[in-house]
Structure formats: C-alpha cells, structure tokens
C-alpha cells in the first residue's frame, strides 16, 4: 500500500491516529481537574507505567484537553541533568504572563511574577542551571529564602490564588518524573500539600517510570493520599484490535481475524509496538487486506525498525558491565527476577553487582516491582539483547 497515506505512527510521544482504551483515565483527569476549579478537593495523578505504552501521548492529551477549556497549564520534561527550579521557572513566568492579562487576576498575578524573580534569584545560588531572567523586583519576604521546601510552596500559594482570582487552574505537566531528584521531588510535594489544604487551584498531572511510586512514598511518606497512581500497562485485547483496525478500516483498509491475532502475539498489545507493525504491515501488503502472510513479511521490518532505535537508543546508555547485568537478566527471561539469580546468571556474589543494578534504575532500564526483585522497564528487551548479545 501506499506509504503516502500510511496512518500509523510509531514515535516518542507521537499522538496515535486511534487513542483507544484509554477514555477511563482522560476523564477521571478531567473531572479532578473540574472538581479543583470549583473549588472541591481533589487528587494529583501520576500515571506510572514501562516504556512504550503511551504516558507521554496521555500526558499530551489531557494538556490538550485542558487549554482547549481554557485551563493555566504548563508541560516540562524532568531531564536527567537539569533542576526542577530551572525547568519550572521558564514556562511559569509565561503562565503568570497570560493571567496578569485577565483584569480578575491581574494584581495577583504580578504579585506571583514578583515572587517568582525572587524566586529564580533565591535559587540561582544553589542550582547554577537556571538561565531564566526575569526583569522584576522581587516580592520581599515571599520565596526569596533560598530554601527550596520553603520558597516552591511560598510561589504555589501565591500562584494558586492568581489563578483562583482568574477562575482557572493551574496544572503542571511533568513528563519523566523519575528523573526529578529526590530534594526537589520533596519540595514539589510538599508545596501541593500545602496548596491542596488552603483549596487552591493547582494540581499535578505527572508520568514516569514504575518506580516513582518509591521515590515518592521515600520524598514525603503523605504523599500516598495526595497522589492517584494508574498504572498504564498493555491495551486489553478489543482496545489493541480497535488501535489497529480503526485507522485502516478509515481508509477502506482492513485485517484477516487472523493477521490480527498474531500482531497481538507478538506486540502483548504495547500500544508503541502496535503501531510499529501496523507501520510495516502497510509497507508491505500489497491489496486492501492485511493478511498474516503480511505479518510475517512486515515482522523483520517492524523489528530492525525497533533494534535500531527504541530499543538501540537505551542500550547505547550503558557500560559494557552494564550490559553484561541486563543479558544475564535476558537469559533468564522476561522477569521479574531476583537479584540473587541475576547474580548467580554472571557467576558474582549479589554485593558485587548491588551498584550496576543501582545505576541501571536510576538510567531507567530497571526497576524493582518489589523488594528484591529486577524488571525491565523496556517491554520485550529480553528478546531485544538475545538477539544482539551473545550469550556469555
């Protein structure tokens, strides 16, 4: 078929043309946010799940969804390398630009700006990473400390009530949360905490990797009532079906019962690996109907596609140790496994490899499901490395 017209869309983030079986999660995200506009309690969510099964184009939607109702709302990435403070001050000083506008909340929201140029002068001194300049004077008293904990609420609150004044809410898009360091993670709570008991309109709407659920249950042990956590895992079998049907039967395109099937074998319903062979099935298939002969043929194009990038990209992170942890985990399985039996897999007591499973958690390859035990935070990386390691 014609690779013109081709509608799948394998990508980082990229928004799928069928965004099926998620509807549950975008409304419980809409209605906390519409609870906190009028004044109601409600949890922040940060939706947890592996690589591949769409937290960042969830992430993208409810933004979407939330200007498209005229909501304050702001995304950043959490960078391994860079501060929360630095990412946040950037597209928080254009937030509170656009609210001063509103005559509603005009005094309130230059009185935020003020103490956000505190702010970024208070932190300057301690995160060196922060570039933002805000030509204000600051708003003397309020969050101009430079204690991170104190200054980040003391900003919120006032933040909270400018939007309130303009009848809106501020949420905060946070992608990659398991990369915000642990201090600063700390100080973000706390700050919503503080927020969410004066009833202010602000709230969180974060996604990471499995394990920051930990990092935020060892930031702030309140944190678990603050926060809903949906695990974002594999679409059920009819969402996976309609992810794939959908956009072809659109374009007078569809699949044999059984080309279907094998697709949901291969891909356990991920939606990025659906999108990867309903890519390569268009490539390949020569009528209006994808065929499992099809599959077979467009299976080495999907998988040389994700060798080379998706999966490629993560493991050119690691040191070669590194990688000797990961294929011994692969040679075990998909896992999870204990750390005891990956160890005893490369023939080393568990005290020698403690500090390489440590630094692959926190590169993201690994998480830990439970205590004890290892998992890969890449779907499908066993069959990856079995194919491009050999065995030691």
Known sequence: MDRRTNPYAPGAGTPPPELAGRDTLIEDAEIALDRLGNGLAAKSLLMVGLRGVGKTVLLNRILVDAEARDLAALLIEAPEDRSLPAALAGPLNSILLQLSRSAAARELARKARRSLAGFVRAMKVSYEDITVSIDLDG???????????????????????AARARRTVLVLFIDEMQYVDRQELAALITALHR???????????????PQLVAHVGVARSYAERMFSFPEIGPLPRDAAKQALQAPANRLGVAYEADALEEILRITEGYPYFLQEWGSACWSVADGSTVTPGDVNKASPVAIAELDSTFFRVRFERT???????????????????????????????????????????????????AHGDTAFTVPLFDQYLKRTMPAT
């Open 195 to 209: 927020v969410a008991q004066r009833r202010l309109p602000v709230a969180l709407i974060g996604s990471g990797l």
């Open 319 to 369: 040191t070669p140790f590194e990688r000797r942890y990961l294929r011994a985990m692969a040679e075990l399985g998909p896992g999870p496994h204990r750390s005891g039996e990956i160890a005893n897999a490369m023939g080393r007591p568990v005290q020698r490899v403690a500090p390489t499973r440590s630094n692959l958690i926190n590169k993201g390859m690994i998480y830990s499901p």
């Open 139 to 161: 708003e003397e008293g309020i969050a101009d400390s430079g204690d991170l904990d104190t200054d980040l609420t003391a900003l919120f609150q006032v933040v909270g009530e």
